[in-house]
């Protein structure tokens, strides 16, 4: 089990970005996925329309090997979305790849998705059963058609239908030739914001998409909204009467890139808070702190600041590194982690160094950078982590689907201290990393999903059972 990852992150889905009435649409969407990229680096896509005719294209690989040389050219219109997406639902393969393109009796439109649906399957069986026919392994093709069937003629109508049968995460981007429509799930578990540049509208997973396009950043989209752009302008309305934020805390964490903001809380700024409380919590002894790359960094300058210890750069990432790294060996495994990280000897030599890792999962990695560090001379490794002990699967769009992937859920934190090799381990707790993220919301969750840590799940979890589709 724990030899099957060379890094050892949790990862997510996707990201999405669309722009309605710009000049440059697929131009500034393209820019986006750029910014998003993080998100997703296994294949990306876009389509836009000028109001007529539809420009469509998707790869395989990061947005600057999906779009070859002269694809971008080709694209024209006024309105554009676009998908980054990183495999859990479905394979990896090109069919899954979106913005999914579709032709049905109303029209056409393209559908992107970020985030997962915990009865996919059995919407998928009920419209199998009713004659659909579905090309990929992607739960978003079970959205498609669920719109495709609605008996409502205009998009926004057929697409509020669709969104009355399926459960779970989803930040949601639906265009046709003339409008684009934008939804977040009743729980709001992924990010999604809206965005201005001029009379342009835009969308994006967060809102560093909007700094590198120039866009102004207006508000965050609301769990249960629904979002209608078009030459009307603006309407905003809401498909689901109950709502409660839940926001999946690993975007401050982990996921989100440090210069975006969430729900108006900057990440790179929680992620120091992660930090100092992680010092508060767990102090110890020792002449050097650093942060495993990227996301580490900021809980580590946090931790420095709060005990008083020199942080330091003690561990490089190499960002030259592909995507994808073949093992033929177990020697070429031990050598994985040492392709993306190297330790810098003169700062690590001969001290007793504070590792701050941002997550601990199969506990892979771990063990590997603390092993790096010893060989680079560190006299102790002290590890500690600014999240807690990850105890379930996500069901929501993250990479764990059974609790035996995770280390937390089979051993004691002494055991996986032994077994990473640490000197001493200690994790933030979960009271201390709500207060710490510092969102408004009232209530025990403070407007999180700590289901990963504590198994509580914001919806349903019944892969059997799903609600009867209608108006088909």
Not at 287 to 310: H, L, Q, W
Request: aromatic share 8%; charged share 25%; proline share 3%.
């Amino acid at each position: 089990m724990f030899d099957k990852l060379i890094w050892d992150k949790l990862n997510e889905e996707c990201g999405v970005f669309g722009i309605y009435d710009h000049h440059s649409a697929a131009q500034l969407t393209y820019l986006g996925l750029h910014a998003l990229q993080h998100r997703g680096q296994e294949s990306a896509g876009m389509c836009s329309s000028d109001g007529e005719k539809w420009y469509k294209h998707r790869g395989m690989g990061l947005v600057s090997e999906a779009f070859g040389k002269g694809d971008l050219e080709k694209f024209s219109g006024h309105i554009a979305i676009g998908h980054t997406r990183y495999t859990t639902a479905g394979s990896s393969k090109i069919e899954n790849a979106q913005p999914l393109f579709f032709r049905y009796a109303q029209g056409s439109m393209a559908v992107a998705h970020n985030g997962n649906l915990v009865n996919a399957s059995v919407l998928r069986k009920e419209l199998e059963e009713k004659g659909s026919i579905f090309q990929s392994t992607s739960d978003t093709e079970v959205i498609a058609h669920l719109i495709a069937r609605s008996q409502n003629k205009d998009l926004p109508n057929a697409v509020r239908d669709a969104l009355q049968h399926i459960k779970g995460a989803y930040a949601l981007l639906v265009m046709n030739e003339k409008q684009l429509v934008i939804a977040l799930d009743p729980n709001g578990l992924r990010p999604l914001s809206l965005g201005r540049m001029g009379d342009a509208v835009c969308v994006a997973s967060e809102t560093c998409a909007f700094d590198i396009i120039g866009a102004e950043y207006w508000r965050e989209v609301q769990p249960g909204e629904l979002i209608v752009v078009d030459e009307n302008g603006v309407q905003t309305s809401t498909f689901a009467e109950k709502t409660k934020r839940s926001i999946c805390t690993f975007e401050y964490i982990y996921f989100a890139r440090p210069d975006s903001d969430i729900d108006g809380i900057n990440v790179h700024m929680a992620r120091k808070r992660l930090g100092k409380q992680l010092a508060q919590e767990s102090p110890v002894e020792a002449d050097v702190v650093t942060g495993v790359p990227d996301s580490g960094i900021s809980a580590a300058i946090g931790y420095a600041e709060a005990s008083g210890i020199p942080y330091e750069l003690g561990l490089i990432k190499n960002r030259y590194v592909g995507r994808t790294f073949i093992q033929p060996s177990q020697e070429m495994r031990e050598r994985g982690v040492h392709m993306k990280l190297s330790a810098v000897r003169k700062v690590v030599e001969g001290k007793r160094v504070v590792m701050i890792d941002d997550s601990l999962v199969r506990g892979t990695t771990s063990g590997r950078i603390v092993k790096m560090l010893r060989e680079a001379g560190a006299k102790e490794v002290h590890v500690r982590v600014s999240s807690p002990p990850i105890m379930n699967p996500c069901f929501y769009g993250i990479d764990t689907s059974t609790r035996e992937e995770l280390i937390a859920t089979t051993h004691s934190l002494e055991e996986i201290r032994q077994y990473i090799g640490a000197d001493s381990l200690a994790y933030l707790s979960v009271e201390g990393m709500v207060e710490a993220v510092g969102r408004a919301e009232d209530g025990p969750h403070r407007g999180h999903c700590l289901a990963c840590f504590t198994g509580d799940y914001p919806t349903e979890i019944e892969f059997e059972a799903a609600l009867p589709i209608t108006k088909c």
